[in-house]
């Protein structure tokens, strides 16, 4: 549950979601479930002209198997913790496994 | 005739005529044995997916193609349509022909019925398939399965037996709603009931109810077996949460072998079903407090959705349910005392209020199908195993493992939202306390505590159901490639798990050993071991035991057990960091320690690593850099390509993160390491390394000065001998000499190329330890790009220039001069 441990400390930050059908938004965070199911408000869509549709349109339920990446503000990111925390995952793995 | 030219004849005016079997046309002789066999396999899985060619009762196949006679008469055709009307005749009297039609239809039906008795109640116009797989949501006493799958209700399904049509003189045969067709067994046509039926059948059951309580009969015969489909699990106080089997003995018709028919377990927690008249209820005295004390409403406020929001309920129903559980012959209240009736009858006052408030707050009831909630429930329950899963365990550290990087950065930088320290098991008890509350309501609160115990309970089993069958996440299909794991909360995205096999590692694993142990792969295997090392290790000192109390021998013996933990993981780290391996002179493979340190993670990992070993450790490692110096890729790669002022982008920032997470570690312990420690590492400079290298680059320059300064600020400081002086003296001159041919290559580019504050800072220490003669030499070194850099600093803005000539004024200052006298 590394992913979602690490977007938990990403609410409330300005985040762009990028789909698998290109459309990217950019929005804050709201929450995000273990699912990786993303919650954004207040969005703005990347290419408003191509997606006109969604011009009007606040706020959105991401389900997470249709995310493609999502930007995130390098500076909420600790890249040091995020790698330790990456150790710790493999070796709760690998002691699961063994 | 057809105005676009399509086919414009009816179905029914082609050869077949009205009564002929349309689709239905081709009459499979294995058609009832499929569906028999289907039939069956529905009543053993209900989930079985039905499909119309299934259920289809063949009916229609069996109609004679007859009624075709009249045709000529409805459609004009034929000799006798130019009678006496001549040619239009009855062609528009379709009453005339359809009711001659429907006749035939239903002549066919009776001597169909006549021929096959055993079929009389499926009549032959229910042409629909017997079974859609909806009929179920008409039974208003269908709850599909409410229980989680992972088996975490004790409760077991075949424990609990209702009647077996094998036994005729049993009248609770009609539990088996879905049993297989036998001759006595309810009629299929039965299950087609409406709610008007339902409601009818209960009242008719209700009036025979009370004639047979009127007759005082001891065993009442039960005139509609069939309509009332309810087992009579009334009888058992519901014990929906008893690991076993729940008690029998009082049960003595229900026959033990478990019913091989649909699970009947789904009528288990329906006590506020409408009671069943029962002979054995009276031959059961001892159960009749049980039975009034017993809510019939508890149920309702069960975790499955289902029990209570059964669809299709008539209308009184809840309140006609509220006065039947406990007593169902007014024998049975007179029996009892006074109190006992009074406070039974206030009871059951209560249970009607009760109820009639439950129906009118049940508006809403049935949007939603039993299977509908059920999933919710598991899902809501399978977060609920999730959260209390990693809190019920023993280890505290595992929540922190789950869910580390949101805690610690939470600590670190304060949480968005939720307390930081909030271990992951609370949430499921603020979660549980919440549906208490609102699931218990204002009054009801003792109901609402006792609903959040069940549910802590079935969530208690919902984790130790899990935690028994580990196994089951997983599935090996034979010849797979790997194993399909199961999603759960944790891992919502199923895994394809790889077999690894052990032998296929082994032919590797020899091959590996004539690689070179300095290869990118095993330096970055042993970075890794150190971090994990290093992990380790900081968690041991996080739980490290309150300092031990004089007296306390258990105290003490665990602050030994601690420390002895803590030398075990610091000798394993400084095993991992391999800084004795033993160095080979001239050998063209580094160091492992240095190829450590090659790595920007190595880098990153050493001021963690400082901080947990000792000073004599910190030394050793000072010891390895300062011998390697010229062989860090900081220093070694540190030299510009030529025509470069500056080395790469990657080096660069190497260079950067060296001087950010080594440079201040060793700083920190050469400020206050005895000179006898700096002319030793300066000596191992001087000798082992090749200054020419090492001066041209900042980290070299920068630990060349590092070493220069403290050695001043010791001697300044007094705590210096003579001979340890004179030899640091000798040291100097050495350095020097080596030196002073370079001091105009020191600087790496054109005067304009910027930062080169860290050479004028290496050259202003140099002045200080400089005899006369020396500045002198110096001066002359670097005279040219000081007056260069004056020169160029005219040009400059005025913030500017007074950065660049104040770093050369650093040097300047350092030998007595000052930028100010160059004019």
Redesign the interface.
Known sequence: ??F???F??L??QTVTVELKNDISIRGTLKSVD???NIKLDDIVVLDELKYPHLSSVKNVFIRGSVVRYVHLPPDKV?R??????C???A??QKGKAA | MSFFGFDTTLPRDKAGGANSKGFFEHANPFNEVAKARKLQAFQDNQEEVLDFEDTYDGLGDQLQEAGDDFNDDTFGGGAEGSNDRGGVGKDFDFFGSTAQVSTAIEEEAMRYNLQYPSRETAPPQSRKPKKTGYEKYQDPGYIPEIEAKSGAWSHKPSTHSPGQPSQPEDIHVSTSRHTAPAPEAPQPGTKMMSLEEVEAALLAQAQAHARAQAAQAPQPPYPQPQVFPFPVDHMHPPQPYQPGPPPMPFNQQHAPPPPRSASPRRHNRMPSQPSHPSQTSQLRPAQQPLQILQNPNRARHSPQPSVDRVQGLPPYGPAQAGAAPGITHPQQLLDLSEAQRRAYLEEDAKRAKRNHKIFLLSKGNGLMTPQDKNFITRIQLQQLVTATGTSADPNPEASLNEDFYYQVYSQIRGAPRQHPTQPLGHFAQTYLFQTGIRGGGRRQHANGDNHMQRMQQQVQRAVEAAKLKPKNKQLIIEGSLGKISFSNAKTPKPLLNIKRQDSSDARPASGRKEVSPSDRKTILKNIEAVYTTLMRLEDHERQSPPPPTEGDADSIQAHLDWRQKLQELNTALWQELKVLDPIVPGSSIPHPFIAFLSFAKGKKAMPRIFRLIDQEQRLTILTMIVVHLDQLDVTKDARPAAGDSQPTLAVREEIELFSQTVMPCLLQYVNEAPINIVIGLLGLLVERTSIAVVAMTKIGLGMMTMLLTRAELSKESGVVSDQEWQQWTALYNRLFDTLEPLLGLLFPGPVNSGDDIYIWQFLATIGIGASPDQQQRLVIGVKDRVMETVQQSKTLPPEMASVRLGNVNLFMRAIGLDVEMLG
């Open positions: 549950m590394l979602f441990s690490f938990k400390t609410t409330q273990q699912y990786l600790d040091g913790l995020l790698e330790d925390a150790r710790r995952e070796m709760a």
